[in-house]
Structure formats: C-alpha cells, structure tokens
C-alpha cells in the first residue's frame, strides 16, 4: 500500500498486467509452435518447386525406328524414294522413322541377319534367311505384279541365247540379290548347263553400266531396275532370258517392334495405298497395289533350293 502510495502504481493493476503478459507469452508461443509445424509440412512442397524451377528440363525419350531398303539405286535416289513415304508414315501413325542406308547389298545383309533394323524392305529371298536368322516377319508387298529376273546383253551382241554365254563373265548386283542374280545363276546352271565367270558390280545400275562399257558380256537385273535406266542406256541394251516370277519385295518387322506398332505401320501402308498422292509416293519403290503380306507367300522360294547360290558372308 505504502509503495503504490508512493509510486502512484496499482499493484492490483501491475498483477493484471503480468497474468495478461503471460497470456500473450503463451499464445506467441503457441502461435510459433504452429509456424514451425506449418514450415515442417510445407518445406517438402517448397523443395519440390524449387527443383522444378531451377533444374534443366527433362524430356521423354521417343524410339526412333531404323528402317533399312535393300540397295538397288544409289544412296540419293532411294532417299528420294523413302524419305517422303516415311514422313507419311510419321504423320499416320505418330511414330518416328529413321531411314538406314547401307553400301551395298552383302552390308545390307549382314545388318537384317543382326537384327539391326526396325523395318526392312528386302528381296523376297531376303525374308526366307531373315525370318530363319532374326525372326524378321513380312507386312506388306505389292499385289500388282511380280518380281522377274532379266539377263540383258548390249543391243548390237551376237549373243541372242543364255547358251552363247559358257565361260564368259556375268555382271550382277550382288551374290544374294534374288532375281538379279540368285535365280539368274539358277537357271543358267540347271536349264542350260553352262559355266561362267560371275563379276559383283554392287548395284543395278552399275550392272548395266558394266555390259554397256563391255566390261561384261551380260548382266542381270530385275524388269523395274532396266525400266529406270535413262532412255539411252535401256535402248542400248536387249533382253536375252527372264528368270521365273515369284512375289515382289516385302516390307518387314523385326520381332523387337511392339505388335501395336506393327499393326499401325500396316494400316498406315494400305490408308496410304487407297489416295492418290499415296499411291504415287508407293509407286516410287515400285508397289502398284499394296497389300498384306505373309511369310507363306515366299514359300515357293524354298522349292528352288536356292541354298546352293546363296553366299554367306
């Protein structure tokens, strides 16, 4: 009482104040407890978007499919050819596609035996030791016409028979080219009994080149090789023998492509067959009318036992 007296404060009033300080201590104290649990739960939240702001960005990785063509033209002309029917396979099916060249026909064989390609367009035979080798399966061929081998010789030859040709040298493409050069080796062997001496020349074009520079005295190909020549050089040469007709060249999978992928790529094909700027694009390889293919197809191969010509790498 003397000091409240004194000093002019109200004890009863300093005790008020100091409960209500306590209060305020309590609840700021209450109050951070709460703060530190709410940072506790946010920091995960706030590391998140911190790496999500500051790391680099990260993008799913697509499967570019390889798809390898047999060489029978030069490497600017079958791009020409495929590139545009692959970008329409692109846009049909949502799937990339990465044209695959190989130097030459032995190289081309030994990448579709590995297992190397996605996708292959390869001579009927090809399909046989792939399937045999790799489990490579057909997809789709063209049912407009055959594939049938051609012997041709130069315009002004005295040569007019396959028999005239006993001892002398042959241009082909490659060993294992079928019409151009497996079944043309066939039938001159069986049919007609003759020997000769066999020049690999890598190309059809360089087949023909070959004859008409005589630097051979014949050469095989096949019908739709010797109808792209240049107007000078097809007329300067002459059929002289046609090898047996078999199903044209078929397009194919390996076994590693997804079964749902395989079936938009044949879809995206036959879509593609039915619209005439689709169907100029698939001229180009030549398929005049495109369908499915299967493996039964080129079982009429196996009965030319063909074996005896094939030469493994």
Not at 8 to 21: E, I, P
Not at 182 to 194: A, K, N, P, V, Y
Not at 254 to 276: N, Y
Request: glycine fraction near 6%.
């Amino acid at each position: 009482m003397l000091l409240s007296r004194w000093t002019g404060v109200d004890l009863g009033c300093l005790t008020v104040l100091r409960k209500r300080s306590g209060i305020t201590r309590m609840k700021t104290s209450l109050f951070d407890a709460k703060l530190v649990l709410a940072s506790a739960r946010l920091m995960p939240l706030l590391i998140a978007c911190f790496i999500q702001v500051f790391s680099p960005p990260v993008y799913c990785e697509t499967r570019v499919y390889t798809v390898g063509v047999v060489p029978q033209f030069d490497s600017h002309t079958l791009h020409a050819i495929w590139r545009p029917i692959l970008d329409r396979l692109e846009q049909e099916t949502g799937e990339r596609f990465k044209l695959r060249g190989s130097t030459s026909i032995p190289d081309f064989e030994e990448e579709f035996e590995t297992g190397r390609f996605d996708f292959a367009y390869m001579n009927p035979y090809h399909i046989v030791v792939a399937n045999r080798l790799a489990g490579y399966q057909p997809l789709i061929r063209d049912h407009g016409r055959m594939l049938q081998g051609v012997l041709v010789v130069r315009k002004d030859s005295h040569i007019t028979s396959p028999a005239d040709l006993d001892g002398k040298t042959i241009a082909f493409p490659a060993a294992n080219a079928l019409g151009a050069s497996l079944q043309i080796r066939q039938e001159l062997t069986d049919e007609f009994g003759i020997g000769f001496r066999p020049r690999y020349v890598k190309t059809h074009d360089s087949v023909y080149l070959n004859v008409l520079l005589n630097e051979a005295a014949a050469g095989g190909g096949v019908q739709n090789t010797l109808n792209r020549q240049p107007p000078e050089y097809r007329d300067a040469l002459k059929v002289i023998h046609r090898a047996t007709p078999v199903p044209p060249h078929p397009f194919c999978v390996s076994p590693s492509v997804p079964q749902d992928v395989r079936r938009k790529v044949a879809a995206a094909f036959l879509r593609i067959g039915t619209e005439a700027g689709g169907k100029h694009l698939l001229a180009q390889i030549p398929i005049a009318q495109v369908g499915v293919a299967t493996l039964d197809d080129y079982q009429v191969l196996k009965q030319m036992d063909l074996d005896r010509f094939f030469v493994k790498r």
